[in-house]
């Protein structure tokens, strides 16, 4: 039968949403990967899929456009939470993730707020390849390292201008130090409350902004002592807010928006 799916993007980050919630939906990183072509399925850097949960409204599993999976997409939970709201006509809902569960509200300007958990700070949770000082690791440039379910490593520069990082940063999130890869941040730091950031996304290239890599970039940059506990995240796409009181969760709010919905043919589902 035909696969159905919503297509959705947060300041140009876009995502497909399947909701498997009443039918069993066979995602594999095969299909992930397919859908995931910019030419020859519907594209997105990210894939998220909802299931029916016992303690959560729904729950979310994640995919990358390469067909990897990954446990947090801050733009696609977001947006499962959207859609979530509007079919419950409800401000709040839960989501268990790889990450655990994870409130989501909608704020009074519509957008979508979604506590991300804790950041993870331990060499070994990102995770690094040795023990090390996460907040300053022993590659040029100086980047400082996190995970928030997913690794980020986040370089500080002058001029973002000049950081060419379709060039750059394939090398980089393959660097040894990181066995799982890592997602990649050029952070220009405007004032303490405001940053201006590009990416290299694991598994996706350079995106037009990512939320988990807006929090991963913030986290760094206050734990460096370069920002305040609430910081504007500017990246090419758009801008969210993130906020974290160096001790608990991280907060991300932003806006999503519903593109599309579709129906992927069963001739493609059986290539």
Known sequence: ?????????????????????????????????????????????????????????????????????????????????????????????????????????????????????????????????????TASLPIAGNPAAVSMGNPHCTYFVDDLTAVDVAAVGPALEKNLLFPARTNVHFVQVINRQHIRLRIWERGGGVPQGSGSCSCGAAVNGIRRGLLDDVVRVECDGGSVTVQWDGVGAVMLTGPVEMLFSGKLAEGFLNR
């Open 1 to 133: 039968m035909p696969l159905s799916f919503y297509k959705m993007h947060a300041n140009g980050d876009d995502f497909v949403i399947v909701d498997a919630r009443t039918a069993q939906v066979p995602i594999t990183e095969h299909l992930a990967r397919k859908m995931g072509d910019r030419n020859r399925g519907v594209g997105f850097n990210q894939l998220a899929l909802l299931r029916a949960c016992d303690d959560a409204d729904a729950q979310v599993l994640f995919w990358n456009a390469d067909g990897s999976p990954l446990d947090t997409c801050g733009s696609a939970t977001r947006g499962a939470a959207d859609i979530l709201m509007r079919e419950s006509d409800t401000s709040s809902v839960v989501l268990r993730t790889n990450r655990g569960r994870l409130t989501c509200t909608r704020t009074a300007t519509d957008e979508i707020s979604v506590s991300m958990g804790q950041p993870m700070l331990d060499w070994a949770e990102i995770p690094l390849a040795r023990e090390l000082d």
